[in-house]
């Protein structure tokens, strides 16, 4: 009945997108997404239990993510991020940066860093002459690919820990599904068939975590160059994530990882930096804060932009209060320290709420990212918190630190 009922409230979730949102991708995708939410719901309150789990999943999954992302590929619908994502990739390949010189109108400003051009490289090498490489040239295609691929290598890097671990209770769920319901749900069907260029962001956070609550310094500073080669905002999972190593593997792992997230950011932003650095700042920085000579789309109303929207001294204001509650965040690190995957995700997610609310320009769809770190650290996790006590997780080839007094539960 519970199934049945989370599939009812998807359904209705997606029908107000045709209602009350202005943009045709999103009043279209809710269209579609409402009627296979509603086929989720009907088969899951159906009396046989012939795929009592899994066919309501798969028809959530059809009209949620299937048929809506395979009509906008097909026909070129989407949010302008696709646009500018396969724009900044066409231009790295002829000119080695993503970023125009003398930008003309806002859709010419490309606001991530340059690794986000490697999910428009697509574009530039098959064209969209054929529609099967309109198809496999898409940024959504490859930005989703990388969502599914982090969290894969997240959970096996999880679960290759967690064999060795006596003790441990075993799931009562399937993983894979419970992922697949996550895929369907709104809070990732929707941003994956419109735009899709925050996925791999998340990605690359789920994975970092999953190295660091492992004791896997070099692996985890890795997949967070990568995260902040994509946006300035993977910024808050660096300090998450070099805590948590510190907590669970000691002061000389989380330097080693803070050493891999620095050289490979280098590596991979310093070419961009070096040919066009007025553009980078101007489209990079100034932009997305509102500060740039075009205005940003970004312009939900979240409490930053309405600051914001008061002038000078409102922006000021919900600068002051960003800068604040990253100060708030960053002191909470350092007296009560991340022990495991869950509490180090939940202190990220709490991070990026506060920054996603209080930013200057901002969306709804943003605060996706912290639902997703919630929810995939506890199912990469399990049971394993309450089957070991509490006890705080240590890699059996790691000689266990003193934990620090802060750190105390």
Sequence with gaps: ML?????????????????????????????????????????????????????PVALALTGAVVLPLLYFVLTGSGQSEVGVIERSGMLTAQQGTPYLADPRTVGEVTPYLPGMALFGLPRAVLGEEVWLLRLLGDARIWCAAAFLACLWGGHKVMRRSAAREPGRAE?????????????????????????????????????????????????????????????????????????????????????????????????????SVLLSPGPMVQQVLAFPTGRGEFQTPAGSPLPGKLLADLGPVGWCAAVTLLLAGGLAVAVSLVVRPPYDLVSAADRLAVGLCLAFLLAPAGRFGYLALPVVLVVWARLASGSRRSALGGSRLVRSSVPAKPIPAGAAR
Excluded: N, Q
């Design 3 to 55: 199934y049945g009922g989370g599939w009812l409230i998807a359904a209705a979730w997606a029908a107000g997108f045709p209602l009350i949102s202005t943009p045709e991708p999103h009043r279209l995708w809710g269209i579609s997404a409402g009627f296979g939410y509603l086929c989720a719901a009907i088969a899951a309150f159906w009396p046989s239990r012939l795929g009592a789990r899994s066919f």
């Design 171 to 271: 799931r009562d769920y399937p993983y894979g599904l419970v992922v697949a319901v996550l895929i369907a749900s709104p809070v990732v069907a929707m941003p994956l068939c419109v735009s899709g260029v925050d996925l791999p962001l998340v990605g690359l956070f789920c994975l970092a975590l999953a190295f660091a609550s492992r004791g896997l310094p070099v692996p985890a500073g890795l997949a967070l160059a990568a995260a902040c080669s994509l946006k300035w905002t993977a910024l808050p999972a660096v300090a998450v994530a070099v805590c948590l190593l510190a907590c669970v593997a000691g002061r000389r792992a989380a330097v080693r990882c803070a050493g891999a997230t620095l050289a490979g950011a280098v590596t991979l932003v310093l070419p």
